[in-house]
């Protein structure tokens, strides 16, 4: 009885029809997140149809989201999982079907690759000015709280706090200094205005945040917008306090106080993730068609240094050329401040390589195939000539 | 036996001698040897092209048409030209732009009419009207604009074009380039100079030795040189050859425009033979006669379905193999021309997604000979081409290729198998559409036929897989490569995706024994519209790092378009002649 159940549910899982029910989920998916980019930008559309397993939707009226519709993911692994009972319960080995075994194969690897890219892909960014040396990444989406020791004018040592600890009423800890933060209020965005007259006063009795009124706003939807992250802290060692402080990634005006002797920059800014080697801009180079605005390419000459492996060398990044180095690529992105600034992104991927293999699988795979099948409808066609 | 061959190839000999015919050079024109102007090089938009390039692509743009009717005449884009840089006065006088928008005629008080085309003379008065009105609409990004203010904007920079052509050689108001040469060292002649170096859409006067090859200038910058050091010696040729055009003088034209081709030849001698070769390729227009051999491929097919078939359909495929081959040539010569594999832009794809489909469709003729691989051979190349000849009207065709997609090695690799996968689908949709209607129209329906059409179809979609999958793997790797990921959810990627996805179901469907032949067939009809959509409707969502070309006016052409194959498959699906009464 039971036996019969688990064969009937083996036989259903390895079934055409699954295969073509997810195709069909796949397809209407796909249409479904092109559609929803121009609302929810491109990486929120992902991850609300793509990248998660359940479609969930707020219904008008209800108090809680439903799920209406299988999401990326879930069909991704009803595929993989139809697929691979399909190779094992088909499998034999007919030299025939070679081909098309090859290339499903190749397929469970390329589906594994995206949810490798989902699960562990991070990106971030590298912002440098010619002649400038960064020893650190950026992240595009995350903030930190930045604590810059300036006082040895030669040497700033960084600190930072990320985001998710920046919750009200927390009060944290930096390490490797005496100071602690406490957070009094976080804003993901805000709205940041001069403070008018008949304002309310604001939190910050200290920098520049006095006389700011900030207004909190929703988060930034699209992928081009970024958020003004904010907050209200308090910087407190040894039980003194030193004021109220308010920090955005909109306020560029530098805002520092000192304790015993030692002198600290507060600032909110891209999370910073540090690397064990430097890079420096030597030169940008934005090249354009004679007599036209249009871009015929954007390069950077960098100089990588990373003395503990004794490596001293200089890289040109450019369109279609990326450096790979430490498991990341750095790609040519953008560029600023009259063509004397750089953007490179940079790509941690551990399964870059996956896409890779699993196309050369699937286009063998689909030659040997149509080979085949090439060679034996010429085959059957020779014979009809011959009977004929 | 022999000369019923040779009369079935008669018509497709004839057609390619039309073809050539249309190479020879036409008679002057009032004695202006024009055409010798129309191969100059110039530098516009990147690229060093002839005049005749410029003056057609601006007037695609701005009337739409490649002639202007005046003074009971059809004025060609050199004459146009010539009269818009030495004659401007005239060139004001003809009715050069296109207006169909209701608000925008509204705007300069008039009436929609049976004419649509209008003088800049009679736009003139309206001009700080519709300067303001399009300011304002281009404030706005180009999705959020309504169809008025796509259609100002549309109007002020066709305008604007305008404005740079009629001052590219010489300011409109000048009295001529030798009274300007005189006139060089006054205050005055600097600022006009200046404006003029500001304003011209062109480089006519090529780089001296010891310049390197982009030292193109216009006559602004030549005339600013000349100031105290000896001018450019075409600066001298113009002035003559411009003096001539002004007063009706065709000798003196003709002496100046000779004296600038021998200049040129001696300056930049790969520059004039490149222009020749465009100048050439310009006048032939292999696209337009492809076109118009593929509808008589068509026609002759559809009589040989009436009338004599043994020999209407041979005729059919030797004028369907000329088309090709006039298609061919053409396309072979814009890869010459531009240096770059055959897509580069949405025009390009058109063009080589009907190529593509036409040898296909040849080939499946030569393979069954039913007449079936002629009829949707020369519809899917009249098709294509009628796209690219509506998409030709947004500007020079051989643009330049911005910095991400300059790399011939992806463009001839993911671009053109990405494009074949379209080919095919498109193409297992209009076998799909000819048995739709064959099913309903034709008198008796041989099985042998029907068996030959349905493995057409199913072919043609393992075709189309293998290369849209390829295709798209290939934009993977290239995405991988330049923007650091493989696959991005990117609107046109998804509509790629969608195509392989789609051919895949077929192919699923088909080995499960989920749909017949009637399935396919509808199924593959599908396809059209699945790849329309990702062809062309990833553009007009504005959207992701591929939308490069947007367009405005096409939505209501796919959205009819994208009817008319739902109703086809309703058509495939039902019943043979559903409409006529049954009989017992």
């Known amino acids: 009885m039971i036996k019969a159940l688990a064969v009937r549910c083996w036989n259903f899982l390895a079934s055409l029809q699954v295969t073509i029910v997810a195709l069909v989920l796949l397809m209407a998916l796909v249409v479904l997140c092109t559609l929803a980019q121009t609302d929810l930008g491109t990486l929120g559309a992902v991850n609300a149809y793509m990248r998660s397993f359940l479609v969930w939707r707020q219904m008008r009226g209800l108090p809680f989201p439903l799920p209406l519709f299988p999401g990326g993911a879930l069909v991704g692994l009803v595929l993989v999982l139809n697929l691979t009972a399909a190779l094992v319960k088909r499998f034999d080995f007919n030299p025939r079907k070679l081909g098309l075994w090859v290339v499903h194969a190749g397929l469970i690897l390329l589906v594994a690759g995206e949810f490798a890219t989902g699960a562990f892909q991070v990106d971030t960014r590298m912002t440098i000015e010619e002649g400038q040396t960064v020893h650190f990444l950026e992240s595009y989406r995350q903030m930190e709280l930045g604590l810059s020791d300036v006082t040895d004018p030669a040497h700033t040592e960084e600190y930072g706090i990320p985001d998710p600890l920046l919750r009200a009423g927390a009060s944290v800890p930096v390490p490797g200094t005496p100071l602690s933060i406490k957070i009094k209020r976080f804003y993901v965005n805000a709205e940041l205005a001069p403070r008018a007259a008949g304002d309310p006063p604001s939190m910050a009795n200290m920098g520049v945040g006095a006389n700011v009124k900030i207004t909190e706003t929703a988060p930034a939807a699209s992928d081009k917008e970024g958020n003004a992250t904010s907050a209200f802290i308090e910087p407190v060692a040894g039980g003194t306090s030193y004021g109220t402080w308010l920090v955005s990634s909109v306020l560029g005006a530098p805002q520092s106080f000192i304790h015993e002797g030692r002198t600290y920059l507060l600032s909110m800014r891209p999370r910073r993730y540090y690397l064990p080697y430097a890079v420096t801009l030597k030169k940008f180079s934005h090249d354009i068609y004679p007599g036209t605005d249009i871009p015929k390419n954007f390069s950077s000459l960098v100089h990588l240094s990373n003395p503990a492996k004794g490596e001293e060398r200089d890289v040109l990044i450019y369109m279609n050329q990326p450096l790979r180095y430490d498991g990341k690529a750095f790609y040519q992105a953008s560029y600023g401040k009259g063509d004397t600034l750089s953007i490179l992104q940079v790509v941690a991927n551990p399964g870059w390589l996956l896409p890779y293999i699993s196309c050369a699988l699937i286009t063998l795979g689909l030659l040997v195939h149509f080979c085949i099948t090439l060679f034996n409808a010429i085959k059957r066609r020779q014979l009809s000539g011959e009977t004929a | ?584």
Request: hydrophobic share 50%.
């Open chain 2, 1 to 584: 036996m022999k000369l019923s061959k040779l009369f079935t190839w008669l018509p497709g000999l004839i057609a390619l001698a039309a073809v050539l015919a249309t190479a020879l050079p036409p008679a002057r024109i009032r004695g202006f040897d024009m055409d010798k102007f129309g191969r100059l090089p110039v530098l516009e938009g990147g690229r060093v092209k002839p005049l005749d390039s410029v003056a057609r692509n601006a007037l695609l743009m701005i009337r739409s048409k490649q002639s202007v009717p005046f003074e009971g005449r059809e004025l060609g884009p050199d004459e146009w030209l010539l009269d818009l840089l030495f004659r401007p006065q005239t060139a004001d006088a003809q009715p050069v732009f296109v207006i169909n928008d209701p608000d925008v005629l509204g705007l300069m008080g008039l009436k929609q009419s049976a004419n649509r085309y209008f003088s800049f003379d009679a736009i003139a008065p309206r001009l700080q009207e519709i300067e303001n009105q399009a300011r304002a609409a281009q404030a706005l990004e180009s999705a959020q604009r309504s169809r008025f203010q796509n259609a100002v904007v549309n109007l002020y920079e066709r305008l604007l074009l305008f404005n740079q052509l009629e001052n590219s050689v010489q300011l409109g108001d000048s009295p001529g380039l030798y009274l300007e040469l005189q006139a060089l060292g006054t205050p005055q002649a600097a600022e006009r100079n200046k404006s003029l170096a500001g304003a011209a859409r062109f480089r006519i006067l090529a780089p001296l030795p010891g310049q390197g090859p982009d030292a193109w200038q216009n006559t602004g910058e030549g005339l600013i040189a000349a100031n105290g050091a000896a001018p450019h010696p075409a600066l001298v040729s113009l002035a003559l050859a411009g003096a001539g055009y002004k007063a009706g003088q065709p000798e003196a034209f003709n002496q100046g425009v000779a004296e600038l081709q021998g200049l040129t030849a001696n300056l930049r001698p790969q520059a004039l033979r490149h222009a020749d070769s465009e100048f050439l390729f310009n006048r032939i227009q292999p696209f337009y006669l492809g076109m118009v051999i593929y509808v008589l491929a068509l026609l002759t097919l559809f009589a040989s379905w009436l009338w004599r078939r043994d020999l209407l359909q041979p005729a059919a495929f030797s004028l369907l193999a000329a088309g090709a081959l006039v298609h061919t040539v053409g396309l072979v010569s814009r890869i010459l021309l531009q240096g770059r594999p055959p897509v580069t832009n949405l025009y390009s794809s058109a063009v080589f997604v009907g190529w593509a489909a036409v040898i296909l469709g040849v080939i499946l003729e030569r393979m069954y000979r039913k007449g079936f691989g002629t009829a949707v051979a020369a519809s899917a190349g009249f098709a294509s081409l009628i796209i690219a000849h509506h998409l030709a009207m947004e500007g020079d065709t051989m643009e330049m290729m911005r910095a991400v997609l300059d790399s011939n090695f992806w463009l001839a690799t993911h671009v053109v198998t990405v494009t074949v996968g379209y080919s095919g689908t498109f193409l297992a949709g209009i076998i799909a559409i000819a048995y739709t209607l064959r099913k309903h129209i034709a008198p008796t329906l041989d099985p042998a036929t029907t068996r030959t059409l349905v493995d057409m179809t199913y072919g043609i979609v393992c075709f189309a897989l293998l290369f849209s999958f390829v295709g798209t793997v290939l934009g993977g790797i290239w995405a991988d490569q330049s923007w650091g990921r493989f696959w991005g959810w990117d609107p046109k990627e998804n509509g790629a995706l969608l195509i392989v996805l789609w051919n895949a179901v077929i192919l699923h469907c088909r080995w499960g024994d989920y749909i017949r032949d009637k399935g396919l067939m509808a199924c593959a009809i599908f396809g059209n519209i699945i790849t329309s959509l990702s062809w062309f409707g990833v553009n007009m969502l504005g959207i992701g790092l591929h939308s490069y070309g947007f367009m405005d006016q096409a939505f209501w052409v796919l959205a009819w378009f994208v009817a008319s194959q739902l109703a086809l498959i309703v058509l495939c699906l039902m019943p043979r002649r559903f409409w006529a009464a049954r009989t017992t």
